[in-house]
């Protein structure tokens, strides 16, 4: 995760920052969800 997240920020490569910062919302939400799986 912190890779797409410095990746979408500081990327040189305008098609792989642009696919990062893409991407890194739909991440973020799918661990959200998958915490939310965790057994306790």
Same mark, same amino acid.
């Given at each position: 995760m912190e !890779?797409?997240?410095k990746e979408a920020a500081e990327g040189k490569d305008a098609a &792989?920052?642009?696919?990062a910062g893409k991407t &890194?919302?739909? &991440?973020?939400?799918? &661990?959200? !969800?998958s915490e939310k799986l965790k057994v306790p």
């Open positions: !890779e797409f997240k &792989l920052k642009s696919f &890194l919302p739909t &991440l973020e939400h799918h &661990l959200k !969800e």
